[in-house]
């Protein structure tokens, strides 16, 4: 009987490695697909060549600011003069913001042929051979599609010069909302389900459709947001009852619909891990508190919430983590695929890192994929910055438990 025990127990560990193992090599693959498209060879030809629009004795990087005005309004559109005046005037745009524009608009560089970062260190004779046979007037670079730049420069429909600042600005303030809307509504619901709440049928069917809606796919509250808070709740939503965003298109499909929809889709798992937490508190605390004369109500607030905050942030942050990655959601509720502007208020249309993300994989030229791998590098940062900081919160509560105690 032992030797049948002792054979199941090592095949239930093998199983388990194995399991491990294989979820470890897919971590290692995607990890290695995404780095080898956000990095490699690129071969830039210009449209025109500095010596061409200006002084070949001088150097363009050296020209003042009013000269290189002078080369923008030579070179280029009046309408397209007239939208960059009115994106922001050349008074306040600095020298070097002024430089950027002409090389973007007027030298105009192009890339014409990219490289991953494997076929870049392993075929790097090809892609020399490349450059001398179709590209002789190319300059071949290392490029790295995450910089600075494609970090604080807004959305754009060439690859080269496009950024995620109005996505990234976007996926913080849906979140900030969603936070607003989910925590105070899950603690509360928690609280009193674990406290107030009498065992009885209404409170058991309650608990079950608690558990039932933390498993309903992300698109059905999609639908659900795109008929309360974008249809039925338009004037609010849309900004229209408060003297705001009248000028506006966005016809309820704005940061706030979108954000309280993410809420309602944390809103259970936010109820679970905090019943979870509180369930968690020893009963010799709470039963020492009412010894000592305080009601129920100071007992939730002085003792109870405190002993199991750190779980309650850490499952909150969680669920956050999970909201930054919905895709589904945001499409149904009306996120914009292409927004050029951060968003000024909670009634302006928006855009989000998976929406981005989704929006630069279905275009047909490659760099676009490259430029998807390095916003997807991006949003892995941020959740793991997010799960450390849940991690760093959980510390922080424990010891300051231990110190009270």
């Keep these: 009987m032992n030797v049948v025990r002792e054979r199941k127990n090592r095949m239930s560990r093998i199983v388990f490695q194995m399991a491990t193992l294989t979820g470890i090599l897919a971590l290692i ?3 290695f697909s995404i780095i080898n498209e956000a990095f490699g060879y690129v071969i830039i030809v210009n449209e025109k060549s500095p010596e061409e629009i200006y002084d070949p004795e001088k150097n363009l990087a050296d020209a003042s600011k009013e000269d290189l005005i002078a080369l923008l309004e030579e070179h280029i559109s009046r309408g397209l003069m007239r939208k960059l005046k009115f994106d922001q005037s050349f008074d306040e745009r600095s020298r ?6 002409v090389s973007e608009e007027v030298i105009n560089p192009r890339i014409v042929e990219s490289w991953s970062l494997s076929d870049s260190l392993l075929r790097r004779d090809n892609v020399l051979e490349t450059l001398e046979t179709d590209y002789p007037k190319g300059t071949l670079e290392f490029r790295s599609w995450l910089s600075p730049g494609f970090i604080t420069d807004p959305q754009s429909s060439i690859p080269e010069q ?3 600042i109005t996505a990234l600005f976007g996926s913080l303030l849906l979140l900030v909302i969603a936070l607003m809307v989910a925590f105070p509504l899950g603690v509360g619901s928690a ?14 069917l309650i608990q079950l459709n608690i558990y039932n809606l933390a498993g309903i796919p992300s698109i059905i509250y999609g639908m659900l947001g795109l008929t309360i808070f974008v249809r039925f709740m338009e004037p609010i939503t849309s900004g229209k009852i408060f003297n705001a ?17 993410l809420g309602l889709l944390i809103l259970p798992i936010i109820i679970i891990n905090a019943q979870e937490a509180i369930r968690g508190v020893p009963k010799s605390l709470k039963f020492s508190s009412y010894g000592l004369g305080a009601t129920k109500w100071q007992t939730i607030w002085h003792h109870i919430i405190p002993y199991s905050m750190d779980r309650i942030l850490t499952g909150t942050i969680l669920a956050v983590s999970r909201a930054l990655g919905e895709t589904a959601p945001l499409i149904v509720v009306g996120a914009s695929t292409f927004v050029s502007r951060k968003p000024t208020s909670v ?5 989000a890192l998976p929406i981005q993300i989704y ?6 030229q490659p760099e676009f994929r490259k430029v998807a791998a390095a916003a997807i590098i991006v949003l892995l940062v941020l959740l793991l910055t997010m799960n450390a900081g849940a991690i760093i919160l959980r510390n922080h509560q424990n010891k300051k438990r231990k110190g009270t105690c």
């Design 347 to 351: 009634f302006s249309k928006f855009t």
């Design 191 to 204: 609280i009193y389900l674990e406290e107030y709440a009498k065992p009885n049928k209404l409170n058991s």
């Design 29 to 31: 693959i995607l990890l």
């Design 359 to 364: 929006q630069w994989t279905a275009r047909p």
């Design 96 to 101: 070097e913001n002024v430089l950027k524009l």
């Design 245 to 261: 965003g009248i000028n506006s298109t966005a016809n309820g499909r704005t940061v706030l619909s979108a954000g309280m929809t």
């Design 162 to 164: 496009t950024g995620i």
